[in-house]
């Protein structure tokens, strides 16, 4: 059939496709049936988004193949449907999907697609398996023209004929010996060459054929002679995909297998168990963006290799940890299973000891399936992994701190103050001396731009040296730069400038963008690095529900975010928060952080800049003395330098309330720490005081 009768006859047969994507609404509209919309989930009869009369037949549609949903207000025909939900896809490649799940064999011939939509690989390989490979890596244009062509290639009529020789008796051999049956086999999909040269590498031999996306498939040698290099294959041109992705989305499905190759996939579909492969270490990512696309009811069991080989190990512990947080940010319920006890793989278990092997998979389903956080499998299979990621093994480089925290963990802190108590500068200090020991920072500037921040990293160093000889950041930043000042720009470059990056964030910065570019940066560089936000009132809101947030929503979603996201991907996140003016005559404590419901609940680490005076002095006890008060707070802020007084509010990891003291020079951006003779948890002394370095 060409393309133009194809087409009309899919847009038509539209009720016979949409079960694939959605399932009936309560509800029926103008004596239409209706359906759950599969973008925005209107039509489910629950409260909120998902109430209302859901998708149906659009009434204004001329030819009854219109569809409207009145929630989103999408507007379109099955294939606008189609990649309204899977956005990947082209119109070309979507038109032959849905043709070929009515059974309709599109004219090869003709390729053509609707104005301005670039023609894309024409058909899925099999009706159960989709497109899902990861982002192509850039190429050359003669590169990119020659891998278009070649994954532009419909391999469905080379499956069919594939699948139809599986029969022959060296295919059937090679299966039994792997313990898959024939029926499983070709349930999914998988085929005989007798000469097949997928690489085009000039050695044609008997393959099995394993179809994983609409353009790949890999071809799995049977001939024991078979030189190593030549035993398994990928086609030329084309990646991965994910074997059995449909599975995800089956009717009913309470749990699916994740495992890494489809030859272990075949293993837990002979368990009767579902089951997907990825096939490839960049398809977790491509898993994670089909599922943040639709998600899956089922619970996902994530049964890795037991690879002898370190590096292999290290490997596949990296990709499941990967997959781990990205199941975890997008709350899709996961298991980690080991069902394959003391073999390299499930394919392996399954050929040595059949019985054992199914067992396994059902002891794994019933243990685990319906008692997902378990603590016995969490000890056995994840504690390790996280006590690893907690350690403190990043310290602040102010000594008198690090003494009584224990260092940094992986958390939300939050440092509050009100102004011209240098909270900026403080943090700004700890990210330069935590670069300095070796560590990646990532510092979000919102208000002051980076040739403030890093003059002042400049002026602080020469401070550091000799208060006597020291230059202030503005002095700098008006191009003063004596011998002392191009030291230390050297010395900066050296010990610390290649590790610490400044963010010099705009005003409409939001939550989204800087996770974006955390999640973006740990990719490109494979390191976490120690994340301040300065500071927490600027973040611009965003719309949610049709209207913009409010400052106190913003902080709450902001706090709540970062600190997902810390326990997501294992980071320290130092946010600084201002205070509210009315309690600018008081000691800090929670009632003073502005506009920060959410900081005292959801925070790990809470501290607080204070001056000293506060609490030293007695008239701050008194009940009004408003005057005297003022007065001696800005006796105290005109001091250079200003006794400061780090006060901690709430602290998970240890001693739940301590203090610090420190000498701050505003002039020359600097805070030093006052060591005590005696160590104590309660409030610094007033006598005993010393400078440390």
């Given amino acids: 059939m060409d393309r133009t009768a194809a087409l009309a006859e899919v847009r038509s047969r539209w009720r016979e496709i949409i079960p694939y994507l959605t399932e009936p609404a309560k509800t029926r509209v103008n004596a239409e049936k209706s359906w759950v919309c599969p973008i925005c989930g209107h039509g489910t009869g629950s409260s909120g988004n998902g109430s209302g009369d859901g998708l149906t037949r659009n009434p204004r549609s001329k030819d009854g193949n219109g569809l409207k949903c009145f929630g989103c207000g999408f507007s379109g025909d099955i294939i606008d449907l189609f990649r309204a939900v899977y956005p990947d896809f082209g119109y070309s490649e979507t038109l032959t999907n849905l043709a070929g799940e009515l059974g309709i064999v599109i004219d090869s011939n003709k390729p053509t697609a609707p104005k301005n939509d670039p023609v894309q690989a024409p058909t899925r390989a099999f009706q159960e398996e989709g497109n899902t490979q990861a982002p192509p890596e850039r190429k050359s244009p003669q590169e990119a023209a020659q891998a278009a062509t070649e994954q532009s290639r419909d391999l469905t009529p080379y499956f069919e004929t594939c699948r139809n020789r599986l029969n022959d008796p060296a295919a059937v051999a090679y299966l039994t010996g792997r313990g898959i049956s024939i029926d499983t086999a070709r349930d999914y999909w998988v085929g005989y060459d007798p000469k097949a040269d997928p690489a085009d590498a000039n050695h044609p031999t008997q393959r099995i054929i394993i179809p994983t996306s609409p353009t790949h498939y890999i071809g799995r040698a049977i001939d024991p002679k078979t030189a190593p290099q030549f035993r398994k294959m990928n086609n030329k041109g084309a990646h991965p995909g994910i074997f059995n992705w449909k599975a995800l989305y089956s009717q009913g499905v309470k749990e699916v297998f994740v495992v890494e190759g489809a030859f272990d996939a075949l293993s837990i579909l002979e368990a009767e168990t579902p089951a997907i492969a990825l096939n490839s270490t960049t398809n977790g990512e491509a898993l994670l963006k089909l599922l943040e696309k639709r998600r ?35 709350g899709i319920s996961f298991v980690v299973a080991d069902i394959c006890e003391k073999y390299k793989d499930a394919n392996e278990f399954l050929t040595h000891d059949r019985p054992g092997f199914m067992e396994a998979v059902k002891t794994a389903k019933a243990q685990n399936s319906g008692k997902p956080d378990n603590t016995a499998f969490y000890i056995s299979h994840m504690m390790g992994d996280e006590i690893e990621k907690f350690r403190a093994d ?20 939050v440092v509050a103050a009100i102004s011209s108590l240098g909270k900026t500068t403080f943090c700004h200090q700890m990210a ?31 401070a550091q040296k000799d208060l006597e000889t020291a230059v202030t950041s503005l002095s700098i930043r008006r191009g003063y730069l004596p011998a002392h000042v ?29 996770s974006d570019y955390i999640r973006r940066y740990i990719a490109r560089n494979g390191v976490k690095p120690v994340v301040f936000l300065d500071y927490l009132q600027i973040l611009q809101p965003e719309e949610r529900n049709g209207r913009r947030q409010t400052t106190k929503e913003v902080v709450d979603e902001t706090t709540t975010q970062l600190k997902r996201m810390s326990r997501e991907l294992g980071l320290t996140v130092i ?7 009315a309690n600018y005559l008081t000691p800090i404590s929670f009632e003073a952080l502005k506009e920060s419901g959410a900081v005292e609940y959801t925070a790990d680490v809470v501290w607080g800049l204070q001056l000293h005076c506060l609490e030293a002095d007695p008239v701050f006890d008194k009940q009004n003395a408003l005057k005297e008060k003022r007065a001696i707070v800005q006796e105290e802020k005109a001091k250079n330098p200003r006794s400061i007084d780090l006060v901690c509010l709430k602290n998970r990891y240890g001693i739940a309330s301590y203090s610090c003291s420190f000498e701050y020079y505003p002039a020359n951006d600097l805070f030093r720490p006052v060591l005590e003779f005696e160590e104590t948890t309660t409030k610094p002394k007033k006598a005993g005081r010393k400078i440390g370095g």
């Fill in 394 to 413: 990043v310290k602040t480089g102010y000594v008198n701190l690090d003494q009584k925290s224990g260092g940094l963990y992986a958390g939300l802190y």
């Fill in 575 to 581: 946010a600084i928060s201002s205070v509210n003016r």
């Fill in 432 to 462: 330069d001396q935590i670069a300095a020991a070796g560590n990646d920072v990532l510092y979000f500037s919102l208000e002051q731009s980076r040739l403030e921040m890093v003059t002042k990293s400049l002026a602080r160093m020469t």
């Fill in 296 to 330: 899956t009811e089922a619970t996902l069991f994530l049964a890795f290799d037991n690879d002898p080989d370190p590096e292999t190990a290290k490997r596949v512990k990296d990709q499941r940890q990967k997959l781990e947080a990205g199941l975890t940010r997008l």
């Fill in 486 to 514: 191009k030291e230390a720009a050297k010395e900066y470059q050296e010990r610390m400038g290649d590790r610490i990056s400044i963010v010099e964030s705009n005003l409409d910065c939001s939550i989204t963008t800087i």
